[in-house]
């Protein structure tokens, strides 16, 4: 029964490892591409709207996201800035406002 035990503690200890090797920061470029979309959402709802007809007859689709960030008006470059820095370890390479994808 020891012999087993003995065997069981440095597997788990191997699992907890690898675990915490999983959460650990990832790289700055991935962290600037998790947060963008948020920061994208504190700038202002983003929706969709369609019209069309068909043999169906009309039809319509409205998509519409507002994220609670925007509703609390947080400023979009500071919460892009502290959610790269909070995922990756890192700042931005770049501002928010400077990369050319930013139509805020």
Known sequence: MTVLAAN????????AAVLLAACGPMSVERAEEAC???ARLAAGPRGM???GAGSGGPASKVRLT????WLQGKDP???YNSCVYKK?????RRPLYDRP????
């Open 49 to 51: 709207v369609a019209v």
């Open 36 to 38: 963008y979309e948020r």
């Open 8 to 15: 069981i503690v440095p597997l788990s200890a191997l699992a």
């Open 88 to 92: 990756s370890g890192q700042p931005p």
């Open 66 to 69: 507002v994220s609670s960030e």
């Open 77 to 79: 470059a500071a919460l």
């Open 101 to 104: 994808d930013w139509k805020g």
